[in-house]
């Protein structure tokens, strides 16, 4: 069998490493930006920081700051007129998982204009030119887009999320710089942070796993178990903030090359159907779903116990494994994320919607335990 791994070009970590922009630029060889982002970070200054960074340096931009929550085709298109208009040559990708993916869906399309219509690059699309340069500059510690080869769409005439899976995407740089992420809400850092730890244990159980994804993901488990409460009672922390971000990413670097599993697979119509955000779709999910899934991935659960501090000795497999799951869960309960689907205004009558979408899913056949309609529908309710 042969593995794969993809990587940024290049990447730099630490408080202020946004500093290192116009290295960055000079180094690409490029002359003007686009800056992409949202309206409420550059409300609030978060953008801005980066921006001034740009403005002593003499860098030209332009910024497209329409990117919705959950970015949509239009809101694609919107961005590549934005980018031609301005005559730029390169993106500068700031923000979450939204911001990462409106980016890599310009970039793409701007050098392989036959994918002009976005619904085209839904799952692993044959592009043959890679996306114009992305420097990528996360806000959030959790979806880790700038180092993943993933994006995801919302299709608005079928109601879905795309996943697009395409090598030519990935940021050429990434810079995760945890001074952007100081001001993140409580709630979002909690949500970011548990989707970051979903994205680690789905990359850990998934089938593609191998040692060098295991590699990183139980490392990266390790750190959110200790980093995410930091985050989430102490905002201005530097300690958690910066271990997160660096956790997230390095989560993001193995799941990335190997796919994640059913907890994507049923949170992605969650999303398209009902506008929940991604982070607390997959927190919510997370520790059920591994209950279904314990029975094939018994010995790796007792490893996620013990990477989330639980002392195993003269426990069983099984009761290990079953620790990994009431860890996950007391965690995300220690950090104020909602334990039933009728908290986000989910009722019954929603899931049959969601599981047909789920089961469709580009994630969901990465499971590790096979998978029926049944099941999803049954997993749905348990939850809700």
Request: charge should be negative; glycine fraction near 8%; proline fraction near 6%.
């Amino acid at each position: 069998m042969v593995n794969r791994f993809i990587l940024n070009e290049l990447s730099y970590f630490g408080p202020g490493a946004r500093e290192v922009l116009p290295e960055v630029v000079a180094r690409l060889g490029k002359k003007k930006a686009l800056v992409v982002t949202d309206a409420g970070l550059v409300k609030f200054g978060v953008a801005g920081k980066v921006t001034e960074v740009l403005d002593k340096a003499g860098i030209a931009y332009a910024i497209f700051s329409e990117v919705k929550p959950n970015p949509t085709v239009s809101n694609v298109k919107a961005g590549i007129d934005a980018f031609k208009k301005a005559e730029a040559d390169f993106i500068i990708a700031i923000g979450g998982g939204s911001s990462m993916d409106t980016a890599k869906g310009i970039g793409i399309v701007i050098n392989n204009p036959e994918f002009s219509d976005i619904v085209s690059l839904e799952g692993c699309a044959p592009t043959k030119n890679k996306s114009v340069p992305i420097v990528a500059l996360p806000t959030t510690a959790g979806t880790a887009a700038e180092t993943t080869i993933n994006y995801v769409i919302i299709d608005e005439e079928k109601q879905k999320k795309m996943v697009c899976v395409d090598p030519n995407d990935i940021p050429a740089v990434a810079i995760v710089d945890a001074e952007l992420m100081y001001s993140l809400p409580k709630s979002l850092t909690a949500a970011t942070g548990m989707d970051a730890l979903t994205h680690a244990i789905e990359g850990y159980i998934t089938k593609a796993a191998w040692e060098m994804s295991d590699m990183f993901e139980i490392e990266a488990i390790r750190m959110i178990a200790r980093y995410l409460p930091i985050a989430v009672e102490e905002p201005s922390n530097p300690e958690g903030r910066n271990g997160m971000a660096v956790a997230q990413y390095i989560a993001g670097m193995a799941f990335s090359n190997v796919g994640l599993g059913l907890v994507h697979g049923m949170a992605h119509p969650l999303g398209s159907l009902f506008d929940v955000p991604h982070g607390v779709a997959n927190a919510l999910l997370l520790p059920t779903i591994m209950e279904f899934n314990l029975p094939s991935s018994v010995k790796k659960y007792g490893e996620i116990a013990r990477a989330m501090g639980v002392d195993t000795n003269g426990m069983t497999d099984e009761q290990a494994a079953q620790a990994a799951v009431d860890a996950v869960r007391a965690l995300a309960i220690k950090v104020g994320i909602p334990q039933h689907l009728s908290e986000i205004g989910i009722s019954e009558k929603d899931i049959p919607a969601l599981a047909e979408q789920a089961l469709a899913d580009v994630c969901t056949p990465g499971n590790p335990r096979e998978v029926t309609l049944d099941d999803i529908v049954a997993l749905y309710k348990k939850v809700l």
